[in-house]
């Protein structure tokens, strides 16, 4: 290996690219690669003064977010070790996950996390974007997993339970171990299928024979209605969208119309219609659907037309030539839209619309103003227990962070979606 | 085929083009004031005229990019009108290659090649990609068949466009300053695949200012100036001893 392949592959290294090009192939293409000279690795003490102290200004900043970070991490760690009373969370932990869900019925629920724990598993498992074990990641990792063992130690009362968590854990790598296994056998297509089916499965093993929708409370809830809403008003708001540019002008001031008059009202008031009016629009055949099917319909429609207007913006990204090219090719609208003009849209979008699906998922703490108990209206009903007086900090601070958890996951989730649909982006 | 039989011996069934007093008006602007032509079949037409001589314009009605406002177009035995159906047939009929090469930038040089041919003639996966293979040998470029265009340069991409028209199998090929957006060292590129699709007997016509292509392929010349057709004839004849004062002009400019 001659010196400049070496300095090659230890950029290549620091790049991340070691698996991607292989040195030896570069020569075969005729190309003269050479690297630019690169520093050489400094020690510790060094980076400190490039980074951190290379000048009066830079060293105040960083003085003084120190002490900060020092100050507000001590309090915070006092607070949680030492002076906060998690008793509550540990009494109501299973009402802030499922509410008044039944004891008896609880099977249904952790059936469910079992099988989207597999399919999860299996999804990362066939994927082809490896996993890579960088020394910063498996820090974090290493943190996130033993706060997680803390909360399930603590939280978790009985020996079953424990084993269920155990089983859930297992389930994920089972499923990653599959995936990798048999990634040649199983069809990308078959995982995508089962990931559509999974949810009205699981309506179906919740809803048929088990609890009244009355009873679907806690956490679950919110999980259930941010899901099912993302999902329905995504195509609809796409229709609107599309429907929006269209050349006919019914189709488009109907929609235009539609996006205008729901854009323009607040989430809560048009839940509280969609409990107390929608119902009275109804044939009287049909009696009150419960709260929760009233919030999903509301929470849908809301969501689609920030959807359409999101979709707009993409569109109107696309260059007029990449619709002349298709009708130029004899593909009709349906094909031109579904082949080249909305894929190249909804890829320009994905940012501004998982940030809307963020939002989306925190409104449904709303759904309490409806008498839904989900996680925040738990949380609330924990702290006015008797027993827990001025408790109320250990009972929302836990709430908010199952919210953070799962708002997080979903922004991290958008950045491997960019990165992955980014090749070949002009 | 039957449409052409049945109304072809009113505009002569030999031409592949008829353009009878094609009009078109944007807002107040006459594009195109009346021009009639017809080409026939195999035949190599380009057009040359300033900019806003409305030469893109009538290329562009010919497949129904441009609804023309008055006058009559009959693309191989099919008049265009309003019938989608119609208008979805012809282009599929017809290849057209543009300017700014508009391949789409988020397939591959393969899909952007099959997407058609599967999509509007129902061709099978395999059918589709060997045909898409010949293409890219055709125009010189196979090993980038798995590519996106990103990653292609200006002239590539420009036969990328020719190879995805012609997979649809077209009996006319329409070429929109094709060679305007390239750098100089690839407009030879571009302009030998069109050389080499001349000799094989395809209908073409071409808005270029390419002078030496012109002269070397073009069966005829057309000269469009302010909306009208000015003057048509054999490339020797245009550029020799053109006969309006205005194409004399615009030649004295370009040539």
Same mark, same amino acid.
């Given at each position: 290996?001659?010196?400049?392949?070496?300095?090659?592959?230890?950029?290549?290294?620091? $790049?991340? $690219?070691?698996?991607?090009?292989?040195?030896?192939?570069?020569?075969?293409?005729? $190309?003269?690669?050479?690297?630019?000279?690169?520093?050489?690795?400094?020690?510790?003490?060094?980076?400190?003064?490039?980074?951190?102290?290379?000048?009066? @200004?830079?060293?105040?900043?960083?003085?003084?977010?120190?002490?900060?970070?020092?100050?507000?991490?001590?309090?915070?760690?006092?607070?949680?070790?030492?002076?906060?009373?998690?008793?509550?969370?540990?009494?109501?932990?299973?009402?802030?996950?499922?509410?008044?869900?039944?004891?008896?019925?609880?099977?249904?629920?952790?059936?469910?996390?079992?099988?989207?724990?597999?399919?999860?598993?299996?999804?990362?498992?066939?994927? @082809?974007?490896?996993?890579?074990?960088?020394?910063?990641?498996?820090?974090?990792?290493?943190?996130?997993?033993?706060?997680?063992?803390?909360?399930?130690?603590?939280?978790?009362?009985?020996?079953?339970?424990?084993?269920?968590?155990?089983?859930?854990?297992?389930?994920?790598?089972?499923?990653?171990?599959?995936?990798?296994?048999?990634?040649? @056998?199983?069809?990308?297509?078959?995982?995508?299928?089962?990931?559509?089916?999974?949810?009205?499965?699981?309506?179906?093993?919740?809803?048929?024979?088990?609890?009244?929708?009355?009873?679907?409370?806690?956490?679950?809830?919110?999980?259930?209605?941010? =899901?099912?809403?993302?999902?329905?008003?995504?195509?609809?708001?796409?229709?609107?969208?599309?429907?929006?540019?269209?050349?006919?002008?019914?189709?488009?001031?109907?929609?235009?119309?539609?996006?205008?008059?729901?854009?323009?009202?607040?989430?809560?008031?048009?839940?509280?219609?969609?409990?107390?009016?929608?119902?009275?629009?109804?044939?009287?055949?049909?009696?009150?659907?419960?709260?929760?099917?009233?919030?999903?319909?509301?929470?849908?429609?809301?969501?689609?037309?920030?959807?359409?207007?999101?979709?707009?913006?993409?569109?109107?990204?696309?260059?007029?030539?990449?619709?002349?090219?298709?009708?130029?090719?004899?593909?009709?609208?349906?094909?031109?839209?579904? $082949?080249?003009?909305?894929?190249?849209?909804?890829?320009?979008?994905?940012?501004?619309?998982?940030?809307?699906?963020?939002?989306?998922?925190?409104? =449904?703490?709303?759904?309490?103003?409806?008498?839904?108990?989900?996680?925040?209206?738990?949380?609330?009903?924990?702290?006015?227990?008797?027993?827990?007086?001025?408790?109320?900090?250990?009972?929302?601070?836990?709430?908010?962070?199952?919210?953070?958890?799962?708002?997080? +996951? #979903?922004?991290?989730?958008?950045?491997?979606?960019?990165?992955?649909?980014?090749?070949?982006?002009? | 085929?039957?449409?052409?039989?049945?109304?072809?011996? +009113?505009?002569?069934?030999?031409?592949?083009?008829?353009?009878?007093?094609?009009?078109?008006?944007?807002?107040?602007?006459?594009?195109?004031?009346?021009?009639?032509?017809?080409?026939?079949?195999?035949?190599?037409?380009?057009?040359?005229?300033?900019?806003?001589?409305?030469?893109?314009?009538?290329?562009?009605?010919?497949?129904?990019?441009?609804?023309?406002?008055?006058?009559?177009?009959?693309?191989?035995?099919?008049?265009?009108?309003?019938?989608?159906?119609?208008?979805?047939?012809?282009?599929?009929?017809?290849?057209?290659?543009?300017?700014?090469?508009?391949?789409?930038?988020?397939?591959?040089?393969?899909?952007?090649?099959?997407?058609?041919?599967?999509?509007?003639?129902?061709?099978?996966?395999?059918?589709?990609?060997?045909?898409?293979?010949?293409?890219?040998?055709?125009?010189?470029?196979?090993?980038?068949?798995?590519?996106?265009?990103?990653?292609?340069?200006?002239?590539?991409?420009?036969?990328?466009?020719?190879?995805?028209?012609?997979?649809?199998?077209?009996?006319? #090929?329409?070429?929109?300053?094709?060679?305007?957006?390239?750098?100089?060292?690839?407009?030879?590129?571009?302009?030998?695949?069109?050389?080499?699709?001349?000799?094989?007997?395809?209908?073409?016509?071409?808005? +270029?200012?390419?002078?030496?292509?012109?002269?070397?392929?073009?069966?005829?010349?057309?000269?469009?100036?302010?909306?009208?057709?000015?003057?048509?004839?054999?490339?020797?004849?245009?550029?020799? +001893?053109?006969?309006?004062?205005?194409?004399?002009?615009?030649?004295?400019?370009?040539?």
């Amino acid at each position: 290996m001659t010196d400049a392949d070496k300095k090659l592959r230890d950029s290549q290294m620091i $790049l991340g $690219l070691e698996e991607e090009v292989a040195p030896a192939t570069l020569p075969d293409e005729g $190309l003269d690669l050479r690297v630019a000279p690169r520093k050489e690795p400094q020690t510790p003490g060094e980076w400190i003064k490039d980074n951190l102290f290379s000048g009066p @200004v830079n060293s105040i900043i960083t003085i003084a977010l120190t002490l900060f970070i020092l100050w507000f991490g001590s309090k915070v760690l006092h607070y949680v070790f030492a002076s906060a009373d998690w008793t509550i969370l540990k009494v109501n932990f299973r009402s802030y996950m499922t509410g008044r869900w039944p004891l008896e019925e609880l099977w249904r629920v952790w059936l469910g996390t079992y099988a989207i724990a597999l399919l999860a598993g299996l999804s990362r498992g066939i994927s @082809v974007i490896p996993f890579v074990f960088s020394r910063r990641r498996l820090v974090v990792l290493g943190l996130v997993a033993a706060a997680a063992l803390l909360v399930e130690l603590y939280v978790v009362t009985t020996l079953f339970t424990h084993a269920l968590v155990a089983g859930l854990i297992l389930t994920i790598v089972l499923g990653i171990y599959l995936g990798r296994r048999f990634r040649d @056998v199983i069809p990308r297509r078959a995982v995508l299928i089962a990931w559509i089916a999974a949810y009205p499965a699981l309506i179906l093993l919740l809803r048929v024979g088990g609890p009244n929708e009355r009873l679907w409370s806690g956490f679950m809830v919110n999980l259930i209605v941010a =899901t099912l809403a993302i999902f329905a008003s995504f195509p609809i708001g796409v229709l609107l969208a599309l429907g929006r540019r269209s050349t006919m002008p019914a189709i488009r001031y109907f929609c235009v119309g539609v996006i205008e008059i729901i854009r323009g009202a607040p989430l809560y008031t048009l839940l509280i219609f969609g409990v107390f009016v929608l119902p009275l629009m109804l044939p009287p055949q049909i009696s009150k659907p419960p709260n929760i099917v009233l919030a999903v319909i509301m929470i849908t429609a809301f969501s689609a037309v920030y959807v359409a207007e999101i979709v707009r913006g993409g569109l109107q990204g696309i260059p007029e030539g990449q619709y002349e090219a298709a009708r130029a090719l004899g593909l009709p609208y349906r094909k031109m839209i579904r $082949l080249v003009i909305l894929p190249q849209a909804l890829r320009a979008t994905i940012p501004a619309m998982i940030s809307h699906f963020i939002s989306l998922f925190k409104d =449904t703490s709303l759904l309490a103003t409806i008498a839904i108990l989900e996680l925040l209206r738990q949380a609330r009903r924990a702290s006015a227990a008797l027993g827990f007086a001025g408790r109320s900090m250990e009972a929302l601070l836990p709430a908010a962070l199952l919210f953070w958890i799962v708002a997080f +996951s #979903m922004a991290r989730w958008s950045q491997r979606l960019e990165k992955r649909l980014g090749v070949g982006e002009r | 085929m039957s449409v052409a039989e049945g109304n072809g011996a +009113s505009n002569g069934a030999t031409d592949m083009i008829v353009a009878e007093d094609v009009r078109k008006v944007f807002g107040t602007f006459e594009a195109l004031k009346g021009v009639s032509t017809r080409v026939r079949p195999g035949e190599v037409v380009v057009i040359v005229g300033p900019s806003g001589s409305g030469k893109s314009t009538f290329i562009r009605t010919i497949n129904r990019l441009e609804r023309h406002d008055d006058g009559r177009i009959v693309v191989d035995g099919i008049e265009l009108t309003d019938d989608i159906r119609n208008i979805e047939k012809i282009r599929s009929e017809i290849g057209m290659v543009f300017q700014s090469f508009n391949l789409f930038p988020h397939l591959t040089v393969m899909e952007n090649i099959t997407l058609a041919p599967r999509n509007v003639r129902r061709w099978p996966k395999k059918k589709s990609e060997e045909v898409a293979m010949q293409l890219l040998d055709r125009v010189g470029i196979p090993e980038q068949a798995q590519k996106y265009p990103a990653q292609l340069s200006g002239g590539q991409q420009q036969r990328v466009a020719i190879a995805r028209a012609l997979a649809m199998q077209p009996k006319i #090929m329409l070429f929109d300053e094709p060679t305007s957006a390239l750098d100089p060292e690839m407009i030879k590129e571009v302009l030998d695949v069109m050389k080499e699709l001349a000799q094989t007997g395809m209908t073409m016509i071409c808005v +270029s200012h390419e002078i030496g292509f012109a002269r070397e392929v073009a069966d005829r010349v057309l000269f469009f100036d302010s909306g009208q057709l000015l003057e048509d004839a054999p490339p020797d004849q245009f550029f020799t +001893s053109p006969r309006h004062e205005r194409t004399k002009l615009f030649l004295s400019q370009i040539l």
